[in-house]
């Protein structure tokens, strides 16, 4: 039983190396971009795996905190792309 | 659990990365599949091995099915208008001529 989840992590991990690859090499920032918030979901798969290991529910509120990082993090970046700016000012521009 | 088989389903979908923009379509289902499954595992393994039912991982199970397509979707159009072409394989371009017009309009 707990091979598999060493098995899970070891995969996560590869997943991860790869995803870093992509945001070394991508050819363009968006690739860079999702290769980070692809990075940021699976961090929050290992926390998952990790606290089925140690038998502790304590870590599973960082689940979700890193994803909402991830999420806001991705949208700002994408507004970012898009216009120029992450925060707009109203008015003359 | 079957949370780990599942991770295999988003590695080889990260492994194959094909191109600019179906290498975002690659990531966002893969991956956000393959968390959900682990995440469930999670909830389940909580829920029967000690009696725990933890509603903060059902919240993160939602929030992350809600928000994964968001983001890829604006990933992907702030790509597309900050000028990444598509791949050349690309079949069609139901964009284009909106870009076009905005371009136009924007001179």
């Not at chain 1, 699976?42 to 689940?63: D, K, N, P």
């Not at chain 2, 397509?69 to 072409?85: C, D, K």
Request: positive net charge.
């Amino acid at each position: 039983m707990t091979v598999m989840f060493y098995i899970a992590l070891a995969l996560l991990s590869l997943a991860i190396g790869c995803f870093v690859y992509r945001v070394v090499k991508g050819p363009t920032v968006a690739d860079r971009v999702i290769a980070l918030d692809a990075i940021g979901i699976c961090l929050a798969g290992i926390v998952a795996v990790l606290s089925i290991l140690l038998e502790t529910s304590v870590f599973l509120e960082i689940i979700l905190l890193i994803g909402i990082l991830a999420f806001l993090g991705t949208a700002a970046f994408a507004k970012f792309l898009q216009k120029g700016v992450v925060i707009e000012r109203d008015g003359n521009h | 659990m079957a949370g780990a088989l599942l991770t295999l389903i988003s590695a080889i979908g990260v492994l194959r990365l094909p191109d600019v923009y179906t290498r975002s379509h690659a990531i966002s289902k893969s991956t956000t599949l393959g968390m959900i499954f682990i995440l469930m595992g999670t909830l389940f393994y909580f829920w029967l091995k000690h009696d725990h039912f933890n509603s903060r991982l059902l919240l993160a199970i939602v929030f992350l099915f809600l928000t994964s397509p968001v983001s890829a979707h604006l990933i992907s159009r702030a790509a597309y208008y900050s000028g990444v072409r598509p791949w050349e394989g690309t079949v069609r371009d139901d964009l284009a001529e909106r870009r076009e017009n905005r371009t136009k309009s924007a001179k």
